[in-house]
């Protein structure tokens, strides 16, 4: 019974499941940047300069025997994905700086404080 117990902490403490929904986010985010590259930026800004230089196909792109195209258009998707996630962890960053840096409201004084100024200022007038 000892071993459940502990598989069962192990498997539903915070960090595990915080990690377990952050892959699947990263997967699915990673799939929105792969069709943002494939079908936004490579016929809006990669398949022009491609064409002026007379390599309408990346893919097709070698030298001799090694195909570099492929690795090049995975070069370019690194690069995109590299920067969207360095703009999304800035923008957090900046909400979280703007978060710590409201002023609090001083919490109000419980039932218990309010009645020890009472008699403090009693005793100050006495």
């Known amino acids: 019974m000892g071993f459940i117990k502990e ?7 915070g960090n ?3 990690l377990a929904v952050a892959v699947i986010i990263g997967g699915a985010f990673g799939t929105i940047i792969s069709s943002m590259v494939d079908d936004v930026i490579t016929p809006l800004l990669l398949n022009p300069a491609l064409k ?3 390599a309408e196909n990346l893919a097709e792109l070698k ?3 090694v195909k570099y195209g492929n690795f090049l258009a995975a070069i370019i998707k690194f690069l995109v994905i590299a920067f969207v996630l360095f703009l999304v962890v800035k923008a957090a960053s900046a ?7 409201a002023p609090a409201a ?3 004084p419980s039932s218990t404080d309010k009645l020890l100024m009472e008699i403090r200022d009693e005793l100050k007038k006495n």
């Open 7 to 13: 598989f069962k902490d192990f498997a539903f403490k």
């Open 16 to 18: 595990v499941v915080d």
């Open 52 to 54: 002026a230089a007379n």
């Open 63 to 65: 030298w001799g025997a």
């Open 95 to 101: 909400a979280n700086r703007k978060k710590e840096e």
């Open 106 to 108: 001083p919490p109000e």
